[in-house]
């Protein structure tokens, strides 16, 4: 059972400070893995992939990959109310990315 | 379009009828996926066309749940005999190039009364 495991939460972090989110992944074949933020009704947003070991950074977003752990991080700089959200982590299998989910991660920033 | 379009946004069905949900990928798009979304939980696999072609049905969660995407662009997914249990968001995902990530529709909420 391939499986994808995120701490539910809620996290939460004062306006402005460093919001970090974590995922771990059980199928060592995954090569791709993407961060969606999801509003509360509202479907999935794609946010950050990542599909090589190391950093990768988009305005206050950082996706971290560690293949050897199978473990994969988001930390958002900077957080702000309007990122109040639940962030699914996923992971891709096959050919075609299948992408398996976590049950996500609630983020509540206060100001 | 611009986005990925799903219809209706919200169905309410009696227990043992049939629905069909649709779902308009973005233009151009090859891959769509369909996933069901229970409360709380993240979204699961249900099935994955390219073009017009069936190619990981593995999520499907019995023989009543049938998916098609007969000329490669516009999918619908057909749950017949509904139960309660079938009761979630359903979303269709397309990208146009396999290990992309997907653009999601807005979700079919789907209730069984």
């Known amino acids: 059972q391939k499986e994808v495991e995120q701490n539910s939460g809620p996290l939460s972090v004062p306006e402005g400070a460093i919001a970090s989110l974590n995922c771990t992944y059980s199928?060592?074949?995954?090569?791709?893995f993407f961060w969606y933020r999801q509003y509360s009704g509202k479907s999935p947003e794609l946010i950050m992939s990542i599909y090589s070991n190391g950093d990768k950074e988009d305005g206050r977003f950082t996706a971290q990959l560690n293949k050897a752990s199978q473990y994969v991080s988001l930390l958002i700089r900077d957080s702000q109310p309007s990122d109040s959200a639940t962030y699914l982590c996923?992971?891709?299998?096959?050919?075609?990315?299948?992408?398996?989910f976590g049950a996500g991660t609630r983020l509540a920033v206060h100001p | 379009g611009a986005g990925v379009s799903q219809s209706p946004r919200y169905k309410v069905a009696k227990r043992g009828q049939d629905v069909a949900l649709r779902c308009d990928p973005i233009s151009g798009h090859v891959s769509l996926f369909w996933y069901q979304q229970a409360l709380g939980q993240g979204p699961e696999f249900l099935t994955y066309?390219?073009?017009?072609?069936?190619?990981?049905k593995s999520g499907l969660p019995s023989d009543r749940f049938f998916a098609e995407r007969p000329e490669g662009s516009v999918s619908t997914l057909k749950i017949q005999r509904t139960q309660q249990e079938d009761s979630a968001v359903y979303l269709c995902?397309?990208?146009?190039?396999?290990?992309?990530?997907?653009?999601f529709g807005s979700g079919t909420r789907l209730t069984v009364v």
């Open positions: 995902a397309s990208s146009l190039a396999q290990g992309e990530g997907y653009t």
């Open positions: 996923a992971a891709g299998v096959g050919g075609y990315n299948k992408l398996i």
């Open positions: 066309f390219q073009n017009e072609a069936q190619l990981d």
């Open positions: 199928d060592r074949g995954s090569q791709s």
